[in-house]
């Protein structure tokens, strides 16, 4: 099994920043691609970005392009979520998801094979 924990976030002005953490820890896998999820209260768990760890292929949701930064550190198992100009609606929580399998379907909850358990990010007006 991969468990899978995220960390850095918080409550934040409109406008203001986070840096989100995942980090991935098991036994005898190997990252595919790691993502990042966010759901609002009654709402659909949505895309935001992900990354491949060896191509190092970026994709983007539309309300994440220009404001958000995906990234990865190889050596630490670990992917980043940098979070810039922050908006009242990007109130949700913020999910770490990671593959060992080659796919194509980055932008789609059903196909992550791991979830972590979820960091709270709160933007106020």
């Known amino acids: 099994q991969v468990q899978l924990v995220e960390s850095g976030g918080g409550l934040v002005r409109t406008g203001g920043s986070l840096t989100l953490s995942c980090a991935a820890s098991?036994?005898?896998?190997?990252?595919?691609?790691m993502a990042w999820f966010r759901q609002a209260p009654g709402k659909e768990r949505k895309f935001a970005a992900s990354?491949?760890?060896?191509?190092?292929?970026?994709d983007y949701s539309d309300y994440a392009r220009g404001r958000f930064i995906i990234s990865r550190d190889v050596a630490k198992n670990t992917a980043y979520l940098q979070m810039d100009d922050l908006k009242p609606e990007d109130t949700a929580v913020y999910y770490c998801?990671?593959?060992?399998?080659?796919?194509?379907?980055?932008?789609?909850?059903?196909?992550?094979?791991?979830w972590g358990q979820g960091t709270q990010v709160t933007v106020s007006s």
């Open positions: 998801a990671l593959d060992t399998r080659i796919q194509t379907a980055f932008r789609s909850p059903d196909t992550w094979e791991y």
């Open positions: 098991g036994d005898r896998f190997k990252t595919y691609a």
């Open positions: 990354i491949t760890w060896r191509s190092d292929i970026i």
